[in-house]
C-alpha cells in the first residue's frame, strides 16, 4: 500500500529504540497480514482512546449518579471502549498505515 518515500508514518525512532529496552513493532516471520491487522487495530484504538480522554475530563462528576472516584474509572473504561469500537468501524485510517509499514520492516528486515 505504502512505499518508503510516501509514508505518512516514521517509524525509524521505533526501530531504533529496539536496543534501548522499549517496546518495537513486532516483526519477523511469525508476523501474518491478520496478526499484523489485529495489531495495528488495538494501536489506533489506545490512541484514539488518547484523543477522546481530555473531551470527557473536562465534564463535571458531580452529576446526578453522585460522582466520585467510581465514575473516573467508569469514564476511562468507558472511552477505551469507544477507541476500540472507533477503530473496529474503521478509525481515521491509522491502522491501514502501521498495518502497512509493519509488513513492509518484515519484508525488508529492518
Known amino acids: 500500500m505504502s ?12 526501530t531504533s ?12 516471520p511469525g508476523m501474518t497480514a491478520d496478526k499484523a491487522r ?4 488495538e494501536f489506533e484504538a489506545v490512541f484514539i482512546s488518547e484523543m477522546l480522554k481530555p473531551m470527557f475530563e473536562s465534564l463535571p462528576t458531580d ?6 472516584p467510581s465514575e473516573g474509572i467508569w469514564r476511562s473504561l468507558l472511552v477505551t471502549e469507544m477507541g476500540k469500537e472507533i477503530s473496529r468501524r474503521g478509525g481515521f485510517g491509522i491502522a ?6 509493519m509488513l513492509r520492516l518484515q519484508e525488508t528486515g529492518k
Open 63 to 68: 452529576g446526578p449518579f453522585g460522582g466520585g
Open 17 to 28: 529504540q529496539a536496543t534501548s529496552g522499549r517496546p518495537t513493532i513486532p516483526t519477523g
Open 3 to 14: 512505499t518508503a518515500s510516501s509514508s505518512p508514518i516514521d517509524l525509524s525512532l521505533a
Open 38 to 41: 489485529k495489531a495495528a487495530e
Open 96 to 101: 491501514d498505515n502501521v498495518q502497512a509499514e
